[in-house]
Structures are given as C-alpha cells and as structure tokens.
C-alpha cells in the first residue's frame, strides 16, 4: 500500500515496557516508540554551540523492538532485522548498553558482573526521519540492559537521565515513558500527562527521504529565509500546551488546537529551505485530509491529529489512495510511509 505501514499500526506495548523479561537468562524485550514534536523552539545558540529548546513531545504506539540477552562472546553483540544497513561501531543501541554498564558499575563498583549481551532490533521507524528512531532505541537498550543484568533497582532516576544524555540529546526524554516537555538540549525533561479521554489519534506522513538534523540547524543558524517569521511564537505555543497537558488536557481540546500547534515548530523554513517540496506535500495533504498538518523535529515526516485511533486509521487508508493514484505527490524515489498510531504514556 504505496510504501505505507501496513494498518493495525496502533498496537504496541506501553512505552519502555518490558515484555518477557527475564534477568535470569532470558531474553529483555522491550518496546522502543517513535517520537513526534508537537511544538519546537529554537533559543539563541549557546557557548557550546547547542541551543536551548522548548518542545513538548510525545511518544507513539508505533517503533522498533530491541531485545537482549546474555551473549555468547566477550563483547556485546547486535543484529538488526529491518534496516538494510549492517550495524555500525556506533550504533545507537550498542551506545545504550555501553552506557547502561558504564552507569551500573559506577552505582555497584568496578567489579560488578554485568556479561557481554546479544541485541536483537527490529528496525520499523524510519531513519532520518525527525522520529528519533536511533535515540529511542538507545534508551531501550539502556534500561533493557539494566533488567537483564538484574541492577535495574541500584541506578537510580537522575544517573539513568545524565548517562542518557551522554549517548544523545533526544534519549532522555524516552525515558520519560510518555509526553514530556523537553528543555536544554535535551536534557531537562518533565513529565507530562498524556491527553486524556481516549487514545489520541495521530496519522504520520513519512517521505523517503532523509533529512540531517545537524544540516537542518546550519540552514537554521544561517538566517535569512531559513528563519521563522515570529521567533516568539512557537515559544509562547509550547508553553501553553505545556501547561494544559500538565493540567488536564482532552484528546479532542488537542485536536481543537491543532492548527496553532502545526505553526509551532521553529525549524520548518530551515527544512524547506533543505527540502522545497516538502512545503508542497505538507499543503497538498493538508488539503486532502483537510486539517492541519505539522512537521516533526527537523522533518520531514509530517504529523496530524486525531479524535481517536479508528478516525487515524481511515484518514491513512484515504492517504494511500491518494498517493497510490498520483493525486498526491511526494518527494523520495517512492511514496512515503504512512503510519496510523496513538499517542501513548501514563500517568507523571
């Protein structure tokens, strides 16, 4: 179906909930959910060259899957299902468990037994995609890791978010377990609570194409056209939605406050500025669902909002349609994937 998911995206375990798992030689599964960026603010750049962010963030019942398990050799181990590439020297999931033992030794001691693990990941977000695949896969190797190794208890809330931080500034935030505002770069996170009655429906809009983050923030920094018209703006929208979710908010007040929210992402000219088509197909599926339609993080994938997940799944059958038959066109050497999910979290 022109590239998309195939439907029944929906399910999925709760976010970073563990399936199986068993520290006594067992394999830890666990689910490692797609993010997207309700609101995104850019502040001035920083000494260190980073910039202060403002986002609220939630995560999708849609990911990949990382499992581990005791290894069989003296180094970790990782085999991906899904991603034509082969597992890199960095790979995100390897940096998880790294940094899960690292952390573990530094609350158990130096002498801590904590063997080689094998990682399996089942490779469904795509890359590059402003999904945070890479970091939310990384923050369930980490915690996969703490429970196999049987120390989950031993390191506690605040050094899981600091060696989180040190693999990647999207990672801390899934550690979170569901909506949260994000601030710094990346590495102050609030919990918030997710929109409440019912689950939240959101259609995601996946171009084939990839899109550098840090090639995103150059054209940013860069100015001119590449800069949002009101640099107040999104900041202001993200606090506000901040503080609603933090109160109370309703699945259908988010879907009332969908168009504001849809203007409220800082990097969307410095996306376009990278990517010009992708100013006309955010438009032209815009028109097609006729409702608002925003970009996640530094794109491309586009999001919008629904009143609940069967509303999702009917406007991303309509999309494969439309794209199946031309009426939509979409940058990429072939249609995008189309995604019909909820949002997920518990309770802060």
Known sequence: ??????????????SGAPSGATPDGGAVVRMAPAKVNLTLSIGPRRMDGYHDLHSVMVPLAFGDVVSVAPGHGPEDSLHVVGDPG??????????GIAAARRTARAALGPSAELGALAARLEKRIP?????????SDAAAAFEAALEAWGVAAAVPVGERVAAAMAVGSDVPFFLAGGPAVVEGKGERVRPLRPPAGGPTGVVVVSPTVGISTAE???????????????P?????????????LAAGLATDQLVVRAGVLATANDLVNATAALLPALRALRRAVARHLGRPVGQSGSGPSLWAIYPSAAAAEAAAVDLDAAFANGSITSPGDRPPRIIATTIIGREP
């Open 127 to 135: 890359i590059a995609a402003g999904l945070a695949g890479g970091s």
């Open 86 to 95: 082969p597992p890199r020297p960095d790979d995100l999931v390897l940096r």
């Open 216 to 230: 995103v923030f150059r054209r940013y920094d860069a100015g001119g056209e590449a800069a949002p018209a009101d």
């Open 232 to 244: 107040r703006s999104a900041r202001i929208t993200s606090e506000h939605l901040a503080q609603e």
């Open 1 to 14: 179906m022109s590239g998309s998911e195939p439907r029944g995206a929906t399910s999925g375990a709760p």
